[in-house]
C-alpha cells in the first residue's frame, strides 16, 4: 500500500488508467482517480443529464448529485455486470429522471402529463443536436417516440403501453427493434 | 438456447441502457455468465455507447468540480444523497422515535406508581391490623364496662375497614 501511494506521489498526475486500476482506486477513496473520473467521464454524463432535465441549473443539481453517488456507492459497483461507464451512466440517468418527477420542476417542463393520456416527445431539433439525441432524431417517428419515453423520460413499458394503447409485448419488441436502429447509427 | 438470436434480439442494448424489466435483467446477468459471447456482445456494446458519449459530450460549468470535491470531503460519513429518504419516510422515523421515547416515559412512570401503591398498600394493611387489634383490645377491656371509649374505638375500626375497602378497590 505504502509503495502504491508513494509511486503515485512521484509520478503526480496519472493521465490515464487501466478500467480495473480506476476502479480500485475510487475503492481506495484516492482522491486523484476521482479528479480524473470526472474529468474524463463528466462531459458525457452531463449530456445525457441535460437532455432529460431540459434546465441547466437542474443538470448542475444532477451532476453534482451523481458524482457524490459514484464516489460513495463504488463499493457497490459489480464489475461482472458491465463497465463503470455503464454503471454511471445508470446513475446519472436515474438521478435525471428522478429530478425531473421530484416536487420543485416546474409543472411546464413535464414532458407527458401524470395520467400519460398525451404523450409528447421531448426532442426537439435545432436545441437538442448532440449526443443520443441527435442520433435519435435519424430514427422513424415511431422509434424516437419509443426511446425518448423510455429512455429520456423514463416510463416503463407497462406506462407506454397503456397510454399508446399498444400491447405490452408489441411496446417491448418495438423498444428493442429501436434501440438496434439506434446502435447502427452509431459510429 | 440459441444464443445468436438471444444476442440480436435487443437484449443486450436494452440492458446496457437501463431499460430492461428486472426480470430480463436477472436472465440476463445469469446468461452473460454461462455463456462468454453475451458478455463479450455486452461488453462490445458498452464500449460502443461510451465511445459515442464521450465523443459528443457536454461540458459542465468548471465550478461544479470544486464544489462536488468539497461536497465528498465534507460529508464522508453522511447517507448517500440519493437514497435520503423522503419527508414522509423522515417524518415517520420522529413518529417512532417519538412513541418510543413516550413509552419509556409511561413505563417509569407506571414502575414508580406500582412502586408507590404497593408500599402505600402496605402501609395501609400495617396501619390497619394496628387499629384492629386496638379496636379488639378496646372492644374486649370496654365490653363490661360500657365505657365511652367503645364507640370511638368502633368508628376507628369501621374507618380502617372502609380504608381497606379504598386500596382493594385500587
Request: net charge neutral; proline share 3%; aromatic share 8%.
Amino acid at each position: 500500500m505504502f509503495q502504491t501511494f508513494g509511486l503515485n506521489k512521484l509520478l503526480g498526475t496519472k493521465l490515464t488508467y487501466e478500467e480495473s486500476e480506476l476502479v480500485a482506486a475510487l475503492r481506495n477513496k484516492d482522491e486523484q482517480s476521482f479528479s480524473y473520473l470526472y474529468e474524463h467521464y463528466s462531459g458525457a454524463l452531463y449530456g445525457v443529464i441535460k437532455q432529460i432535465v431540459n434546465d441547466a441549473e437542474l443538470s448542475n443539481d444532477v451532476l453534482q448529485e451523481c458524482f457524490v453517488n459514484i464516489w460513495r456507492r463504488i463499493e457497490t459497483y459489480d464489475e461482472s455486470k458491465g463497465r463503470l461507464f455503464t454503471w454511471m451512466l445508470n446513475i446519472a440517468r436515474n438521478a435525471a429522471i428522478d429530478k425531473t418527477r421530484s416536487k420543485g420542476f416546474q409543472q411546464g417542463q413535464r414532458q407527458i402529463p401524470l395520467d400519460g393520456e398525451i404523450l409528447q416527445p421531448s426532442v426537439k431539433p435545432g436545441i437538442d443536436d448532440f449526443g443520443l439525441k441527435k442520433l435519435i432524431l435519424k430514427l422513424k417517428d415511431e422509434q424516437r417516440l419509443l426511446i425518448d419515453l423510455s429512455f429520456f423520460q423514463g416510463y416503463t413499458h407497462e406506462q407506454i403501453a397503456n397510454a399508446l394503447h399498444i400491447p405490452l409485448g408489441t411496446v417491448k419488441t418495438r423498444i428493442r427493434s429501436a434501440l438496434i436502429q439506434l446502435r447502427a447509427l452509431m459510429q | 438456447m440459441n444464443v445468436k438470436e438471444y444476442i440480436s434480439s435487443g437484449i443486450v442494448e436494452s440492458y446496457v441502457m437501463g431499460l430492461a424489466t428486472e426480470a430480463e435483467r436477472t436472465e440476463f446477468e445469469a446468461l452473460c455468465a454461462q455463456y462468454p459471447e453475451i458478455a463479450e456482445a455486452r461488453n462490445a456494446f458498452e464500449l460502443a455507447l461510451e465511445e459515442q458519449l464521450l465523443n459528443d459530450s457536454l461540458q459542465a460549468p468548471p465550478f461544479l468540480q470544486s464544489q462536488i470535491k468539497d461536497k465528498v470531503n465534507s460529508s464522508a460519513g453522511e447517507a448517500y444523497p440519493g437514497e435520503l429518504p423522503e419527508e414522509t419516510p423522515v417524518r415517520r422515523v420522529g413518529a417512532w422515535k417519538f412513541l418510543a421515547a413516550a413509552s419509556l416515559i409511561l413505563l417509569a412512570g407506571s414502575v414508580y406508581w406500582a412502586l408507590t401503591t404497593n408500599k402505600k398498600n402496605q402501609d395501609l394493611l400495617a396501619r390497619n391490623k394496628e387499629l384492629e387489634n386496638q379496636a379488639q383490645q378496646s372492644t374486649a377491656s370496654n365490653w363490661r364496662s360500657s365505657s365511652a371509649t367503645a364507640p370511638g374505638a368502633t368508628m376507628r375500626h369501621a374507618r380502617a375497614r372502609s380504608a381497606m375497602q379504598r386500596q382493594a378497590a385500587c
